[in-house]
Nanobody
Framework: QVQLVESGGGLVQPGGSLKLSCAAS????????VGWSRRIPGKERELIAT???????HYAQVAKGRATNSRDNAKNMVFLQMNNLGPEDSAIYYC???????????WGQGTQVTVSS
């Protein structure tokens, strides 16, 4: 089962962008659907982006039009870029990988993104 470690969080100015990376180890991401979720304080974790093994992208409404989820299977990495951030985007962002049709799924430990001036 793959292990995931996110990086790239921090303080972002309103209107700015986040660029998160997720490094995988222990297995190849080739056969995993990958994606990102976030947990806003006081709310349930929500899945905001997924990218299938066939590179089909899906985004939740909160991310649609301003997020790009990408993967580099050769480097075993996943990326999330999201633009035009507002304070409502402040959250812990988690990388996720799963093998569709199985119970195999992994989450990273999360990286905090705070949008504030």
């Amino acid at each position: 089962q793959v292990q995931l470690v996110e990086s790239g969080g921090g303080l972002v100015q309103p209107g700015g962008s986040l660029k998160l990376s997720c490094a995988a180890s222990g297995d190849s991401l080739d056969r995993y659907e990958v994606g990102w979720s976030r947990r806003i304080p006081g709310k349930e974790r929500e899945l905001i982006a997924t990218l299938t093994t066939f590179h089909f992208e899906h985004y939740a409404q909160v991310a649609k039009g301003r997020a790009t989820n990408s993967r580099d299977n050769a480097k075993n990495m996943v990326f999330l870029q999201m633009n035009n951030l507002g304070p409502e985007d402040s959250a812990i962002y988690y990388c996720r990988a799963r093998i569709v049709g199985t119970s195999v799924r992994s989450w990273g430990q999360g990286t905090q993104v705070t949008v504030s001036s």
